[in-house]
């Protein structure tokens, strides 16, 4: 979100801070004063906790700070933390994600809007620390909004994002910014933060109105419908994320006014996408790799150019088809695995190619698995990424629509 800011002259005082992306989103649950947090450790995720309790220590944050003794117990504090009119924040990875699955699960459907970090690693068995992005994905279909942050300064501005789009009562979904582990969670980064008094500007009081669980505000939460209502509730959930876009759209122009920073688009970034013929797609922090071997790329007249995904719910189907009509293949790198999906392909591989279905000049796509597990996506790979679907234009079709990069015999 950092790649377009103000002139210096005309930039709030700011200061700067060297720092990794979960203690980036540490000071954003500061500078948003956060009422509850609660805690239990798993990497990568934990750095965020870690921090959290050091500005807590030092006198720098007040919140209510809860370890649990589990991902599931501390999940359900937060529900009911929100239920009642407090801002909330917490966080996991991998497997733990997993073992809190009924807890995220029903703060969606009571739309609850818990704001948590995910440090995306590989699941259990067999494990890694490293980066794949499974364990957030599988909440796509739950009713969460899902982000994947690029650096630690988009990991600070899209948390106070979230709170503010989360909080609406136009949305009241949950959020989730995932956050690549190691690469992001653990990487410092130089960081603007911004003055609390331009948060206070930005962020307003979270207020549950009508809908606040409380002695004199005599409400049902929970109940059970079963098929008399249940249909009715489903689709109050999904108007309320057809509403997403807009307050998105909203809360990031007067993000950008404020704090002097963020792209064109809260949903994408493009980058030399303009005139490609191939246009690279992606999350997260594989777009540095990505954007280093597209401009070398270019410097040898291959007319090739990247498109970040940001949001992933909800999805950006319009912004994705106007930045990919116009090219003439597209290979969509996933750094997730849906064994037996359409074609093989990765996740955000079949959602790509659904968007662009409806295009009366649809451009070939063709899916890559790389980067599972933590394993570095290197330029070389990304070149070879380009060659195979310059290999498909060349041809006409895509003669192997899936194809994993990188794995040894």
Not at 18 to 28: F, T
Not at 145 to 151: A, D, E, H, K
Not at 388 to 404: H, K, R
Request: glycine share 8%.
């Amino acid at each position: 979100m950092a790649t377009q800011t103000l002139p210096q002259t005309e930039r709030p005082q700011e200061r700067e801070e060297l720092i990794s992306g979960s203690e980036a989103i540490a000071i954003a649950c500061s500078l948003a004063d956060v009422d509850v947090i609660t805690a239990y450790p798993i990497r990568p995720y934990d750095t965020v906790m870690q921090y959290v309790s050091k500005l807590k220590a030092d006198g720098a944050f007040d919140c209510d700070f809860i370890v649990a003794e589990s991902e599931h117990s501390q999940f359900e504090i937060v529900k009911h933390a929100s239920a009642v009119g407090a801002r909330t924040f917490c966080g996991s990875s991998g497997v733990g994600w997993f073992y809190a699955f009924e807890a995220i699960t029903v703060t969606a459907g009571l739309r609850l809007p818990v704001v948590a970090m995910v440090g995306n690693r590989a699941l259990d068995d067999p494990g890694a620390f490293g980066v794949e992005h499974n364990d957030a994905m599988a909440v796509r279909d739950l009713g969460w909004m899902l982000y994947w942050v690029g650096t630690a300064q988009e990991a600070l501005d899209t948390a106070l994002l979230a709170w503010r789009v989360a909080e609406d009562p136009r949305v009241f979904l949950p959020m989730a910014i995932s956050c690549d582990g190691s690469f992001l969670t653990h990487s410092q980064a130089i960081v603007n933060v911004p003055t609390q008094e331009q948060v206070n500007q930005y962020l307003p009081t979270y207020d549950r109105g009508r809908l606040l669980l409380h002695p004199d505000n005599p409400i049902t939460v929970a109940p059970q419908v079963n098929e008399d209502w249940l249909m009715e509730i489903r689709r109050q959930t999904d108007d309320a994320m057809r509403r997403t876009p807009a307050v998105i759209k909203e809360a990031y122009a007067e993000f950008k006014q404020l704090f002097g920073r963020g792209d064109d688009s809260p949903f994408i970034e493009e980058y030399m996408t303009e005139d490609a013929d191939i246009v690279l797609v992606g999350m997260g922090t594989l777009a540095m790799p990505v954007r280093v071997a597209v401009r070398r790329m270019r410097e040898q007249g291959v007319k090739v150019g990247f498109l970040r995904v940001k949001f992933f719910r909800p999805f950006a189907t319009d912004e994705v088809r106007a930045a990919l009509n116009h090219c003439k293949a597209v290979g969509v790198i996933d750094r997730d695995y849906s064994y037996g999906s359409p074609s093989y392909g990765g996740v955000l591989f079949n959602e790509v190619r659904s968007a662009l279905y409806t295009l009366d000049n649809r451009p070939l796509a063709q899916s890559f698995i790389a980067g599972l597990g933590g394993r570095e996506i290197l330029v070389r790979d990304v070149v070879e990424m380009t060659d195979m679907v310059q290999a498909s234009i060349d041809a006409g079709t895509v003669q192997q629509e899936n194809t994993w990069i990188g794995v040894r015999d």
